[in-house]
């Protein structure tokens, strides 16, 4: 059980494009998502989270014009990279806690590697 | 301090040893403290967490050793595999109640193990 998925789970695209990836929980309902951005043997960086049916909250330094989040539902949220660069181009990881107690643990989806050109 | 410090930054252990990825933290309001496995080009992987009201966990060939008066903890995994050679993080997750910081959680810098024959 407890299973996200991120989709597309690699895409290549033209500087100056918009990317969207999805992530969805497969079998359990997700209150709140995450959305981490991961370097090459760099740790999980936390770019935001997001309650289902509110705004996301963003990290200090992080642009919310530049990395819309969209969390219409309790099983998807939606990260899109407006306007790419090169510098975007990293390991996006999204994460999902469940309904219930706050304590519940985050499960992973398995990234999506965005390279721009 | 949202800081968790981890070491070493890197480990090679012979097959059948214990590899032991130490932990440490400063915020006093961190109440939960999961280990994450990640394999190359997938998300990182729950494997075992602990809350400070206990000093040990086990889980098969893993476990967490919990010192809260000296904020750190860290991960043994015993007869350690080939298959077990992966990048391991450490985190911490503040309580729910906590302004700001809230449930969010805070990783290490990540511990590349390589397991030998």
């Known amino acids: 059980g407890a299973v996200v998925s991120q989709h597309p789970s690699w895409v290549i695209c033209k500087s100056g494009t918009s990317v969207k990836i999805e992530c969805r929980s497969l079998?359990?309902?997700?209150?709140?998502m995450f959305w981490y951005r991961q370097f090459p043997k760099q740790s999980l960086m936390l770019m935001a989270t997001s309650n289902e049916g509110s705004k996301a909250t963003y990290e200090q330094g992080v642009e919310k014009d530049k990395f819309l989040i969209n969390h219409a539902s309790l099983t998807l949220s939606t990260l899109t990279v407006t306007s790419a660069h090169p510098e975007d181009s990293s390991f996006y990881i999204c994460s999902a806690r469940g309904q219930g107690t706050s304590n519940q643990p985050q499960h992973f989806g398995d990234g999506t590697r965005l390279s721009i050109l | 301090q949202q800081q968790v410090k981890q070491s070493p930054q890197s480990l090679i252990v012979q097959k059948g040893g214990i590899s032991i990825i130490n932990c440490a933290y400063e915020?006093?309001?961190?109440?939960?403290f999961p280990w994450y496995q990640q394999f190359p080009g997938k998300g990182p992987a729950l494997l075992i967490a602990?809350?400070?009201?206990?000093s040990e966990k086990k889980e098969g060939r893993f476990t967490i050793s919990f010192n809260k008066s000296a904020k750190q903890f860290s991960l043994h995994i015993m007869d350690s595999q080939p298959g077990d050679s992966a990048t391991y993080f450490c985190?911490?997750?503040?309580?729910?109640?906590?302004?700001?910081?809230?449930?969010?959680?805070?990783f290490g810098t990540g511990t590349q193990l390589k397991v030998e024959l």
């Open positions: 915020n006093t309001a961190f109440d939960y």
């Open positions: 985190a911490a997750r503040s309580g729910a109640h906590i302004t700001g910081g809230g449930n969010k959680l805070t």
């Open positions: 602990i809350r400070p009201d206990v």
């Open positions: 079998d359990f309902q997700a209150t709140t």
